[in-house]
């Protein structure tokens, strides 16, 4: 099993620039996971999808966010406009069901200039 | 507002020195207390879930205990491979959302 596959594993970009970020989950698993981790604020949930379903976006931080999941192997992340403090690194997890446990990616080391 | 605090932040032990992670949480209505191991550079990695209070779970070295306001996590006789941040996560009732706390990172000297 491959496990969740995360891309890029890093990225560089400049403020205001566009970036996205791509997972592709379990395969079999019907619910996928966006988590940011950064030292002052730890793991932190974005948002969650069940079925490709948003279910849940209290989590992302601005409009700035946006989320999709077109099909049962492929979400997105994107940040339009990036800012200095959307360095961290982003996660993405699968499950199978809601009340199992997660498995995470290798995430993605995001830097904005 | 779920809460999870971990201590302490961080722990230093000889190899064979064995010791124990706290995991406090105030969560209304409890459906399940996770831990995950993580490694630098990677992503969290799942060890053990947890459902009610006087369960424990065991895996090699480490051992996962429940209390209504607390878990420990006993390292017994640690190795320098056990050395990572181990995070605690709490998920409530008719909610898939995890929780998590700031870890505690371990270091196992040889």
């Known amino acids: 099993d491959a496990g969740v596959i995360q891309s890029p594993r890093h990225e560089v970009t400049e403020m205001g620039q566009e970036v996205t970020l791509r997972c592709k989950p379990i395969s079999g698993h019907d619910y996928l996971f966006w988590y940011r981790q950064t030292m002052m604020r730890g793991l932190e949930l974005l948002i969650y999808?069940?079925?490709?379903?948003?279910?849940?976006d209290s989590g992302m931080p601005e409009d700035r966010f946006s989320a999709k999941m077109p099909n049962a192997s492929f979400s997105t992340l994107k940040i339009q406009p990036s800012e200095p403090r959307d360095s961290a690194v982003y996660f993405c997890?699968?499950?199978?069901?809601?009340?199992?446990?997660?498995?995470f990616g290798p995430g993605t080391r995001l830097t904005v200039l | 507002e779920d809460q999870v605090t971990q201590s302490p932040e961080a722990l230093r032990l000889q190899e064979g020195e064995s010791s124990s992670l706290n995991c406090s949480y105030t969560v209304s209505g409890l459906r399940g207390l996770f831990w995950y191991r993580q490694d630098p550079g990677k992503g969290p990695e799942f060890l053990f879930t947890?459902?009610?209070a006087g369960e424990e779970k065991e895996k090699e070295r480490l051992k996962a205990t429940l209390t209504k306001k607390e878990s420990f996590l006993h390292i017994t006789a640690p190795k320098p491979e056990d050395s990572a941040t181990y995070l605690c996560a709490v998920r409530r009732f008719n909610d898939y959302k995890l929780s998590f706390g700031a870890g505690t990172t371990v270091t196992v000297r040889a």
């Open positions: 997890a699968s499950s199978l069901g809601g009340l199992t446990e997660q498995f």
């Open positions: 947890l459902y009610s």
């Open positions: 999808f069940n079925n490709n379903v948003p279910i849940d």
